[in-house]
């Protein structure tokens, strides 16, 4: 029998603990704190320790960056060694994380993401801060050219794929065929791209739940179909696909698996299956995710608590 899951955080910082955006990296939940009190030297280490592995340093990059005051401590961190690449890369992203939030202007954000790239050209790190840039601000063809710029450093970027998905999720269908909606089709074909070992095995179901979130806020929580979207036969193939993949090779070493992870939890139990959906809440932990739990625009909290419960009761 598997050891029942650790307690949920409660009260205020209920959210800030269950929705962290390290995931369980401990490393980098112990760096990023004393890199917001302005002590840097560890995030230099721990940047340093991510050549080559661009999922993981986008991923520690990201949590780093999203923080407050990660703008002045990176520029900082600059001023003290103007030729640290990863000093750059994390002053851009921050600075996107600023024009994100609406305290920097985006022109500013993109150049300094374009002055880090050039600085480490296999880098896909500030490419991707140009994606997230491009996905509140730029036109679908920015979007596109940035996405294509990732992928050419590193065909299974776990991050931009997901943004790819999510923003072609959000196109209307061609001649309203929901079935046929191409971000199937894309999810579809990164997955069979990439080594049978690959996380982005997982895409399919991530296509699903962003096509949810797009219909179920276009037709109102009354989502006649939200069933026949969970249960016809498509998604019957690609859940029982992403599940068989996690259940042969988990991917624990993977820097954002617990995102795969709360996606195909919410799908099991769209699909009706919470004995199945239980397993891998056993494996969230205390790791959700904002997504999907939000999806449409439920209180996250609330969702993932509900169904966390709903599928341990029926384990």
């Known amino acids: 029998m598997s050891p029942p899951?650790?307690?949920?955080?409660?009260?205020?910082?209920?959210d800030a603990q269950l929705f962290d955006s390290a995931l369980c990296d401990t490393e980098l939940?112990?760096?990023?704190?004393?890199?917001?009190?302005?002590?840097?030297?560890?995030?230099r280490a721990l940047l340093v320790a991510t050549a080559d592995d661009w999922d993981r340093r986008g991923h520690r990059v990201v949590a780093?960056?999203?923080t407050p005051a990660a703008t002045a401590w990176s520029r900082e961190w600059l001023l003290a060694e103007p030729d640290s690449?990863?000093?750059?890369?994390?002053?851009a992203c921050a600075t996107v994380f600023g024009a994100l939030r609406g305290k920097g202007a985006p022109e500013a954000a993109e150049d300094a993401c374009r002055r880090a790239a050039a600085l480490l050209p296999a880098d896909?790190?500030?490419?991707?801060?140009?994606?997230?840039?491009?996905?509140?601000?730029?036109?679908?063809?920015?979007?596109?050219?940035?996405?294509?710029?990732?992928?050419?450093?590193?065909?299974?970027?776990?991050?931009?794929?997901?943004?790819?998905?999510?923003?072609?999720?959000?196109?209307?269908?061609?001649?309203?065929?929901?079935?046929?909606?191409?971000?199937?089709?894309?999810?579809?074909?990164?997955?069979e791209e990439s080594p049978a070992d690959s996380p982005l095995a997982v895409l399919p179901v991530i296509a699903h739940a962003e096509r949810y979130r797009v219909l179920a806020a276009t037709h109102g929580h009354t989502f006649e179909s939200a069933g026949q979207h969970w249960s016809g036969r498509r998604a019957r193939q690609v859940l029982r696909s992403a599940f068989d993949w996690w259940l042969e090779w988990e991917r624990e070493d993977h820097p954002r698996n617990r995102v795969d992870l709360n996606f195909l939890a919410h799908a099991k139990l769209c699909e009706g299956r919470p004995a199945?959906?239980?397993?891998?809440f056993h494996r969230i932990g205390r790791h959700a995710t904002r997504a999907p739990w939000s999806y449409p625009d439920l209180d996250p909290h609330k969702?993932?608590?509900a169904a966390r419960n709903a599928a341990l009761g029926s384990a």
């Open 5 to 14: 899951p650790p307690p949920l955080p409660r009260a205020r910082k209920r």
């Open 29 to 43: 939940v112990d760096v990023r704190s004393q890199f917001t009190q302005g002590r840097w030297s560890k995030a």
């Open 64 to 66: 780093l960056a999203e």
């Open 85 to 91: 690449v990863d000093a750059a890369t994390l002053l």
């Open 124 to 191: 896909p790190t500030p490419w991707l801060g140009l994606l997230l840039l491009s996905r509140a601000f730029g036109s679908e063809e920015e979007f596109s050219r940035h996405f294509d710029q990732v992928r050419a450093r590193h065909r299974e970027h776990h991050h931009a794929h997901h943004l790819m998905v999510a923003k072609l999720a959000e196109r209307a269908p061609a001649a309203g065929h929901d079935p046929l909606h191409e971000v199937y089709d894309f999810a579809a074909w990164a997955a």
């Open 276 to 280: 199945e959906a239980a397993a891998l």
């Open 303 to 305: 969702a993932f608590l």
